[in-house]
């Protein structure tokens, strides 16, 4: 079966512009998260996707980032407008849904999409 | 979700065993250990949990103490490409408050050696 897809891989752009990464899940996954990981620091959770539901956005970090899941299938994570600390790597993940068995709740990850902000 | 505890890095031989450790000391009843890996360039990449049970499986073993404040992750036979980022983390399960998002600390680089 096809893993998680990100596009694009690399994205650099300078600040006050816009960015849109997509994230293909799994086919069947209901559950997708986006996560990210700013230079030296951990890798951060943002937000978590049911379906075409938000689920939590606890990980947001400001209203400069809007993730959107329409129609239940890809999402796309749009930075506008880009900062330098935005800078980093953003991983999508997706998982069965969470009414399984908990060992189908395995998160997947993609390769991730590399942001530098200039 | 429950904090863990995770040496900042370890090294292993070719062909021995590499154990992991990892403190969790707060974990409560209904909260799992997950073990996940990054191996560089790539995105994380599950390996193996459990609850209170010792666990197997074609990648790792996984040991957790009897009081479940700490665990250890066994990659028998550490090869070159075993060479990544280890993370302990703590989830809870189904029905919980943490059930979906995972929680990743600065985990254990883990060096193979030839």
């Known amino acids: 079966e096809a893993g998680v897809t990100q596009f694009p891989s690399h994205s650099v752009i300078e600040k006050g512009q816009t960015v849109t990464l997509r994230c293909d899940p799994i086919?069947?996954?209901?559950?997708l998260y986006w996560y990210r990981r700013v230079m030296g620091k951990e890798i951060k959770f943002l937000l978590h996707?049911?379906?075409?539901?938000?689920?939590?956005e606890s990980g947001m970090p400001n209203n400069r980032f809007l993730a959107e899941r329409t129609g239940g299938t890809y999402s796309t994570l749009k930075v506008q407008p880009a900062e330098l600390e935005d800078s980093g790597v953003y991983f999508c993940?997706?998982?069965?849904?969470?009414?399984?068995?908990?060992?189908?709740?395995?998160?997947?990850f993609g390769p991730g999409t590399r942001l530098t902000v200039l | 979700d429950a904090k863990t505890t995770q040496p900042t890095s370890m090294d292993c031989a070719e062909g021995r065993a590499a154990n992991l450790p990892c403190n969790h000391s707060?974990?409560?009843?209904?909260?799992?250990v997950y073990w996940y890996r990054q191996i560089h360039s790539q995105g994380p990449q599950y390996i193996i949990h459990?609850?209170?049970n010792n666990e197997t499986n074609e990648m790792a073993s996984l040991i957790i103490t009897e009081d479940r404040k700490s665990s250890t992750l066994i990659l028998p036979h550490a090869t070159l490409r075993d060479t990544a980022v280890y993370y302990c983390?703590?989830?809870?399960?189904?029905?919980?408050?943490?059930?979906?998002?995972?929680?990743f600390g600065q985990g254990t680089i883990l060096t193979v050696h030839p």
């Open positions: 993940a997706s998982s069965h849904s969470l009414t399984r068995r908990l060992a189908y709740n395995e998160q997947f």
């Open positions: 086919s069947g996954h209901d559950n």
């Open positions: 996707f049911v379906k075409e539901s938000k689920q939590d």
């Open positions: 707060t974990i409560s009843g209904n909260e799992y």
């Open positions: 459990g609850l209170k």
């Open positions: 983390i703590v989830r809870g399960f189904l029905g919980g408050t943490s059930y979906g998002k995972l929680t």
